[in-house]
């Protein structure tokens, strides 16, 4: 059998198993090796494998993985959603849709100190729901805001998945977060005008609330600064070159668990939470990442990469057409993946093949950071699409009283509004490449 056609029996079986339910690590993992070792030998495989995970574990940039996660299970355990939740209803809550704008900017926020979708969704849901239910907002359009809101969470620096691609590429951490950051603010904003249109197309989907005194909206608004400071702390000293995002990460992860002791949000169940819920999740990324190792080894074993990136080159269609293939690849494939493996699956196959383009004139460097970007604001759209859509499950799981249905109609606005910012990020480099450029 040709390499190319393993590779191919590699995918499909790995997709095979992926409907079966089998743990993502295991499914790229088993196909992986079994590939390997029909393109080698048993001994070369127990060779590789004698020194995969050794040589994975022991990258020092990855590390900054538990430690962005640390800092997220900190600001969630000690209670900081709560406030920036409640300061922001104190201040828009009283337009129509003013609660559910204050939801999408705790989001935002809270992605700036946790970087996880997930953990973004479940903890603003729990904040944000039971404030939105007892005004009367309608179910479709809360579960949806939350839904859509918590995957800014994995957009607006940091990034766990805008790590891995860093790393997984050879680019720079710092200059990713830089380049993440405007179309993050762009996707947030552009929610916030989704739900004023939404609210005045059909008002009764979100009554308006009686406005707060002003003594009371500068009094909450004094309880999310900590939060604004350990964000100019860790990002200020990552891109102004005092410290590696490592060190920042680590300054960061300290930061927030002062701020949660200060505020007596955060006592020893807490903590105890936050360390097993970072133990547990950075023990799946890093699985993830050992499976991903072995499938890719096995496929470039296979010469599929070069022979895909050969292929692309010699289309005869317009290199954007191939960039926007790729990225609806990305869309269709967040309906049975999570954004970590996809990103640790194709990247090592579909980068090389971008790289070969010509595409806006750009350099090498700034290709690599434009393509990240896209292909995180796709990831980030997979989130909540239809059929599957992770984010919507987990708001799902708290708000359980919404059927599942209206889940989805409700993410829809916001869905066309992350096309036309996908649309508009392909066509203008400038919006994620003009703050790296200016900075650094």
């Given at each position: 059998?040709?390499?190319?056609?393993?590779?191919v029996?590699?995918?499909?079986?790995?997709l095979?198993?992926?409907?079966?339910?089998v743990?993502?690590?295991?499914?790229?993992f088993?196909p992986?090796?079994?590939?390997?070792w029909?393109m080698?030998?048993?001994?070369?495989?127990?060779?590789?494998?004698?020194?995969?995970?050794?040589?994975?574990l022991?990258?020092?940039?990855?590390?900054?993985?538990?430690?962005?996660?640390?800092?997220?299970?900190?600001?969630?355990?000690?209670?900081?959603?709560?406030?920036?939740?409640?300061?922001?209803?104190?201040?828009v809550?009283?337009?129509?849709?003013?609660?559910?704008?204050?939801?999408?900017?705790?989001?935002?926020?809270?992605?700036?100190?946790?970087?996880?979708?997930?953990?973004?969704?479940a903890t603003i849901?729990?904040?944000a729901?039971p404030e939105m239910?007892a005004?009367?907002?309608?179910?479709?359009?809360?579960?949806?805001v939350?839904?859509?809101?918590?995957?800014?969470?994995?957009?607006?620096?940091?990034?766990?998945p805008?790590?891995?691609?860093?790393?997984l590429?050879?680019?720079?951490?710092?200059?990713?977060f830089?380049?993440?950051?405007?179309?993050?603010?762009?996707?947030?904003?552009?929610?916030?005008?989704?739900?004023?249109v939404?609210?005045?197309?059909?008002?009764?989907?979100?009554?308006?609330?009686?406005?707060l005194?002003?003594?009371?909206?500068w009094?909450?608004?004094?309880?999310?600064?900590?939060?604004?400071?350990?964000?100019?702390?860790?990002?200020?000293?990552i891109?102004?070159?005092?410290?590696?995002?490592?060190?920042?990460?680590?300054?960061?992860?300290?930061?927030?668990?002062?701020?949660?002791i200060?505020?007596?949000?955060?006592?020893?169940?807490?903590?105890?939470?936050?360390f097993?819920?970072t133990?547990?999740?950075?023990a799946?990324?890093?699985?993830?990442?050992?499976?991903?190792?072995?499938?890719?080894?096995?496929?470039?074993l296979?010469?599929?990469?070069?022979?895909?990136?050969?292929w692309?080159?010699?289309?005869?269609?317009?290199?954007?057409v191939i960039?926007?293939?790729?990225?609806?690849f990305?869309?269709?494939?967040?309906?049975?993946?999570?954004?970590?493996?996809?990103?640790l699956?194709?990247?090592?196959?579909?980068?090389p093949?971008?790289?070969?383009l010509?595409?806006?004139?750009?350099?090498?460097?700034?290709?690599?950071?434009?393509?990240?970007?896209?292909?995180?604001?796709?990831v980030?759209?997979?989130?909540?699409?239809?059929p599957?859509?992770?984010?919507v499950?987990?708001?799902?799981?708290v708000?359980?009283?919404?059927p599942?249905g209206?889940t989805y109609?409700?993410?829809?606005p916001?869905?066309?509004?992350?096309?036309a910012?996908?649309?508009?990020?392909?066509?203008?480099p400038?919006l994620?490449?003009?703050?790296?450029?200016?900075?650094?």
């Amino acid at each position: 059998m040709s390499g190319g056609a393993i590779g191919v029996v590699m995918l499909a079986a790995m997709l095979a198993l992926m409907a079966l339910r089998v743990p993502i690590a295991a499914a790229m993992f088993i196909p992986g090796a079994a590939g390997y070792w029909a393109m080698t030998s048993d001994l070369a495989l127990l060779n590789m494998l004698k020194g995969s995970a050794v040589a994975r574990l022991t990258v020092y940039d990855l590390s900054v993985i538990p430690l962005f996660l640390l800092m997220g299970q900190f600001a969630t355990q000690g209670g900081l959603s709560r406030a920036l939740f409640d300061a922001a209803a104190a201040w828009v809550g009283h337009i129509r849709g003013g609660l559910a704008m204050a939801a999408i900017l705790a989001a935002t926020a809270f992605g700036a100190v946790c970087g996880s979708s997930v953990a973004t969704s479940a903890t603003i849901a729990q904040v944000a729901y039971p404030e939105m239910k007892a005004h009367g907002y309608a179910g479709r359009l809360s579960t949806g805001v939350l839904a859509t809101g918590g995957s800014l969470g994995i957009l607006i620096p940091p990034s766990v998945p805008l790590v891995v691609y860093a790393i997984l590429t050879e680019q720079n951490i710092a200059k990713l977060f830089a380049a993440a950051l405007v179309p993050g603010l762009i996707a947030a904003f552009g929610y916030l005008g989704v739900i004023a249109v939404y609210c005045r197309v059909r008002p009764g989907l979100a009554p308006p609330s009686a406005p707060l005194p002003w003594a009371q909206r500068w009094r909450a608004l004094v309880h999310v600064w900590p939060i604004a400071g350990v964000f100019a702390v860790v990002f200020g000293g990552i891109y102004g070159g005092w410290f590696t995002p490592t060190e920042g990460a680590s300054i960061g992860a300290f930061a927030t668990l002062g701020v949660g002791i200060a505020r007596r949000e955060l006592g020893w169940r807490g903590l105890r939470r936050a360390f097993l819920g970072t133990a547990e999740t950075s023990a799946m990324v890093f699985m993830i990442f050992l499976g991903a190792d072995m499938m890719n080894t096995a496929l470039a074993l296979t010469q599929m990469p070069a022979e895909l990136a050969a292929w692309v080159a010699a289309l005869p269609v317009a290199p954007l057409v191939i960039v926007a293939c790729v990225l609806a690849f990305y869309v269709a494939l967040g309906s049975v993946m999570d954004e970590l493996s996809m990103v640790l699956l194709t990247i090592p196959v579909l980068f090389p093949a971008v790289m070969g383009l010509e595409l806006w004139g750009l350099g090498p460097q700034d290709k690599a950071i434009w393509f990240g970007i896209l292909v995180l604001t796709v990831v980030q759209i997979g989130l909540v699409a239809p059929p599957v859509g992770l984010n919507v499950y987990v708001v799902n799981s708290v708000c359980q009283d919404v059927p599942m249905g209206e889940t989805y109609r409700g993410v829809l606005p916001f869905i066309a509004s992350d096309l036309a910012r996908v649309t508009l990020l392909l066509f203008v480099p400038a919006l994620s490449l003009g703050l790296v450029g200016w900075w650094f």
